[in-house]
């Protein structure tokens, strides 16, 4: 579909990509992945043609269309959200343009058996059969699938895009570029601007996706889900992996060793050549072999290692003594007009030492609980009891607004720094992507993410029992991303994470408090147990649907009864079964297939939750595609047998209304 070839971008003398060669085609799932600055993005906007390399030339192929999503500087205004979704429609918009231009024709031309009016009949005829060849009449319920999806509500739909703040633009693009449907998606962190279930859904949709996908993300488990190559920038180079992120991370390590080996074999072939050219360089019996041996050495292609930066092992200052509880709430109540409740009724206990990650959609109050906790939200009626002795501190992505423009990034980290760690400030930093004279940068001049990741590093350094942190990984690479993980696994302190991120929260919490309707409701466990509960509640509640349809009778009240001979009642009877028949076969071959498939994915997870699972047992990625494969063929199952059950349930009622 798309081939890069030769291609080579610099930035001054800082050198991107070297003479680079790329192919993405069919249904190719690709990650780009590599350090912050490595030219993720840059490689991004070549393939979408934004940026022109200085050498090389990107081939595209008759037909193919591009989508691209950036990370963010997106603003839409001046539609409602509709209509700002439909006009990335392309070709269907365009033939509902001109169907309504002919049917304006069509009324306005007075002979209906002239030519001219037969042509318009002709053409709109083949206009309606290339409409519903581009599923043109399902265009509505498409949109409205993908918005649901992306976590807008019914009453979003006729508002202007104007009034949507930044995240929510974001995903107006994503679900433009979702309707598009280009040949190749695009895609620099998309998950930035998305909660957990909206999260799901985006994985869901492009492994189903039929173009072919390339994707940055510092969202691993997203990157394991969707991407089957790898493809790491580092040095101006890329190398492909055939395989997902956890794959690449596992073949990187058995290929840096192997080049480290190689690289140690050459250092020591080159210092045995320059002894050697060192010695003899001045006898003139061995000119001629000295020479031969410099030229050698110059045509050698050098072998060069990535310069790893050392990992930084970063701890907390120890954890100031608090009581056993760090918050309690009782009824607690949140409106913000004093009619519409955001939070009802909220009972909830924190102990010393808990790692809670909230969960939910956006708007359903997680941040408005994080700040209620952090004591920077009054309540409308309730109870909040700190703890004893509980020192709170609190990270919101507007942190970055309290930083003082006029110090330099170290002087900012001074101010907060105390005892040991006041020594490896400038490490510390080295983990939160301020590097070499990165840190003597004033703060005035750095971006909104530069900035996000000082306010988190300086609040993290300073003394504290309780941290409270929303979307703290946001501008953070997969490197510090670790860092903090392994930070708040050693911290004797309480934590409380607003987060998406699976594979981060999987690392830390024991509890998972999803806010919903207003409540909250705790699951214990991390990330993967809490989707694991609710997928389980999901097909619990199927399964239920299903056998309680089977015991359903429908029934019409009718106004009389009047007498019906029994040849009449026979006759109806076979006309019900003539047309009811088909169906109930139908539902019942998908009743057999919904147990089978329920039955192979208890099997399966009864295995994969076998200590010996991760030995070397059983083939891991195949057991874990086959149970994703199933899953997904489970709800598809599901929704042929709802759309099945309401046909019948249409077709008996308007039976029982007809007689």
């Known amino acids: 579909m798309i081939s890069l070839n030769g291609i080579s971008v610099r930035y001054g003398s800082k050198i991107l990509f ?16 590599g350090s912050n600055g490595a030219g993720k993005s840059t490689m991004l906007k070549v393939i979408a043609g934004l940026n022109v390399p200085d050498s090389g030339e990107v081939a595209l192929s008759k037909h193919t269309t591009i989508g691209y999503l950036p990370q963010e500087g997106i603003e839409y205004a001046g539609k409602t959200l509709y209509d700002e979704i439909y006009s990335s429609a392309g070709d269907i918009n365009k033939i509902q343009q001109e169907l309504t231009a002919i049917e304006k024709e069509m009324s ?50 006729n508002r202007m895009t104007d009034e949507f703040s930044g995240g929510w633009q974001m995903r107006i693009a994503l679900a433009k570029l979702l309707l598009s449907n280009p040949s190749i998606l695009l895609l620099d962190e998309p998950t930035n601007h998305l909660d957990i279930e909206s999260l799901i859904w985006v994985e869901n949709y492009l492994k189903a996706y039929l173009g072919a996908i390339v994707l940055v993300s510092h969202d691993r488990s997203f990157l394991d889900n969707i991407a089957d190559r790898t493809v790491e920038i580092s040095l101006g180079n890329v190398t492909e992996y055939s395989g997902n992120y956890s794959f690449y991370k596992m073949e990187k390590e058995v290929r840096k060793e192997l080049l480290e080996n190689q690289y140690n074999n050459q250092q020591n072939y080159l210092k045995q050549q320059e002894k050697f050219i060192e010695r003899f360089r001045y006898k003139s019996t061995k000119a001629r072999a000295v020479q031969s041996r410099i030229k050698l050495l110059d045509k050698m292609d050098k072998i060069e290692l990535e310069d790893e930066e050392s990992t930084v092992k970063f701890s907390f200052p120890p954890a100031t003594h608090s009581g056993k509880v760090a918050i309690e709430i009782e009824g607690l109540i949140k409106s913000y007009d004093g009619k519409h409740n955001v939070l009802e009724n909220i009972d909830l206990l924190i102990s010393r030492g808990e790692k809670i990650c909230l969960v939910g959609v956006n708007g359903a109050g997680k941040s408005t609980l994080t700040r209620i906790i952090a004591g920077l939200e009054p309540i409308n009626s309730g109870i909040i009891k700190d703890g004893h002795l509980v020192e709170k501190k609190f990270y919101a992505q ?91 696994n050693k911290y004797e302190g309480t934590v409380l994470i607003v987060s998406h991120d699976r594979e981060f929260i999987d690392g830390i919490v024991n509890k998972v408090i999803e806010v919903k309707g207003k409540k909250i409701r705790t699951y214990n466990g991390n990330a993967k147990d809490y989707l694991d509960a609710k997928e389980k509640e999901l097909v619990s509640q199927r399964a239920d649907e299903m056998r309680l349809s089977k015991h359903e009778t429908y029934r019409v009240d009718k106004p009389a009864e009047k007498k019906v001979s029994t ?93």
């Open 567 to 659: 040849h009449e009642i026979k006759k109806k009877k076979k006309e019900l079964t003539r047309a009811t028949q088909p169906i109930k076969t139908k539902i019942k071959e998908l009743e057999d297939e919904a147990k089978g498939l329920e039955e192979r994915i208890a099997k399966l997870e009864i295995i994969m939750g076998s200590p010996n699972f991760y030995s070397g047992s059983y083939d891991i990625i195949k057991t874990t595609n086959e149970y994703n494969n199933l899953k997904d063929g489970l709800k598809y199952v599901y929704s042929k047998w709802e759309e099945q059950s309401a046909k019948l349930s249409e077709i008996e009622i308007q039976f029982s209304n007809e007689n």
């Open 108 to 157: 306005e031309v007075t002979d209906t058996t002239s030519d001219e009016f037969m042509d318009l009949i002709n053409e709109y005829g083949e206009l309606q059969e290339r409409f519903q060849m581009l599923d043109g009449f399902r265009l509505k319920s498409k949109i409205e699938k993908i918005l649901m999806g992306l976590g807008f509500s019914e009453s979003d739909i």
């Open 398 to 488: 507007n942190q970055a607004e309290t930083l003082d423009h006029n110090r330099t990034v170290l002087e900012t980290m001074e101010t907060s720094a105390t005892g040991d760690i006041t020594k490896n400030l400038r490490s510390i930093l080295g983990s939160f992507l301020f590097r070499g004279d990165d840190v003597f940068k004033k703060v005035g001049v750095l971006s909104g993410g530069e900035k996000s990741r000082l306010a988190l590093a300086k609040m993290l350094i300073e003394p504290s029992n309780f941290l409270i942190l929303d979307e703290p990984t946001n501008h953070l690479d997969m490197r510090s991303k670790e860092v903090l993980m392994n930070a708040l």
């Open 18 to 33: 070297d003479d680079v060669s790329l192919r993405v085609s069919g249904k190719d799932r690709v990650s780009l992945v």
